[in-house]
């Protein structure tokens, strides 16, 4: 039998080479953004207008040689535009806001920092995956943390309490009357305190399994106001207690347990027996090609790097990934006993879904 050798078409190579590079230097900004972030590069490009290395340099107390490497790289990438006529770099207004203004929900900084942190911790998640045993999330880095709060929380304060609750039948009324709520998965409490705020009538109990994003909930919600009517607990989502509640929320987090049907069961154990619980996972299809876009391949990015090992390190490993789409999240509350399921919103990042009892 004669081997068949596919011939190799010099065009499409140096295509795919060319592509490589891009992707290099695309992979390389996500460090570039964080540093632009920490060092005021793009605060001091957005307050004082067009600059030279010199004078970025002089207004963020940095060094030129820097600044100036980095202003390149920023103008090569199109995050700053450059005038050969005066030697300055200028951030545009439209990526002022993506970069800068953190209660917009275009703001993409906190993506970067996420980002940053997954590829940090990336050397274990290569060694893990010659095993099959995972990474927990306590055990990634501040930026992982930081910067997942950072990227969500803008699109949570611009939909959870204006279009994805009321997108929800009758909860508005139960927590504008007062209702008791549990928010399982809840890392820093941005998402508790948040509807505890605008719900002051109502009771919330946020849990994370992560002892450290606890008791950072629970500093924020002293700050913000200490009468607030949100208490915190250190507890995975199958060990949840109280109830019964009238609404528990799972922001983004679903996919990441070990045992999301265990987390589910126990969901319906707590309920009320007219009770909702809503699940914000990322936006996904029920087949992979359908997610075979630039929103599906960051997501699938941090499913492999993230999400996944987080699963895995947790008993039972189902490891759902982050682009388990709506049919899976169904068998997951259905095998849980639940009989009411529906995707209530859907985002370009989000998929909303109501389940009931």
């Known amino acids: 039998m004669t081997d068949t050798i596919t011939p190799v078409d010099p065009e499409k190579l140096m295509g795919f080479v060319f592509r490589a590079v891009e992707e290099t230097g695309a992979a390389l900004n996500a460090a570039l953004v964080v540093m632009g972030d920490r060092l005021g590069y793009y605060r001091c490009l957005a307050d004082r207008g067009p600059s030279t290395p010199a004078e970025l340099a002089e207004h963020t ?96 304060a611009a939909n959870v309490v204006d279009s994805w609750i009321p997108a929800l039948d009758g909860v508005v009324d139960k927590l504008s009357a007062g209702a008791r709520v549990a928010d399982v998965g809840c890392g820093h409490g941005a998402s508790t305190i948040m509807m505890a705020t605008a719900f002051p009538a109502s009771t919330f109990h946020g849990t994370d399994a992560h002892a450290a994003s606890v008791q950072t909930a629970r500093d924020r919600a002293n700050a913000a106001a200490p009468d607030l009517p949100v208490t915190f607990d250190v507890t995975g989502a199958d060990g949840m207690r109280g109830g019964p509640y009238d609404l528990i929320t799972m922001f983004d987090c679903l996919h990441d347990m070990g045992d999301p049907i265990g987390a589910a069961r126990r969901v319906r154990e707590v309920i009320a027996d007219d009770g909702t619980w809503m699940i914000v996972e990322p936006a996904a299809g029920d087949h992979v090609e359908d997610n075979f876009n630039p929103i599906g391949r960051a997501y699938y990015g941090f499913s492999t790097l993230l999400c996944t090992p987080s699963s895995l390190a947790q008993p039972v490993g189902l490891a759902l990934g982050t682009q388990a789409g709506p049919a899976r999240i169904r068998d997951v509350v259905t095998a849980a006993g639940f009989t009411r399921f529906r995707l209530a919103v859907q985002t370009p990042f989000n998929n909303v879904f109501e389940v009931r009892p």
């Open 61 to 156: 107390a940095t060094d030129e040689h820097y600044a100036r490497e980095w202003l390149n790289a920023q103008a090569a990438g199109s995050f700053v535009t450059y005038d050969n006529s005066t030697g300055r770099y200028h951030l545009p207004p439209e990526q002022a806001i993506a970069l800068l203004d953190e209660t917009s929900p275009a703001f993409v900084g906190g993506l970067f920092q996420l980002a940053y942190g997954t590829l940090c911790d990336a050397g274990t998640i290569v060694e893990v995956a010659r095993t099959g045993d995972g990474m927990g999330w306590g055990e990634h880095n501040s930026d992982v943390h930081d910067g997942c709060e950072r990227f969500f929380f803008p699109t949570y």
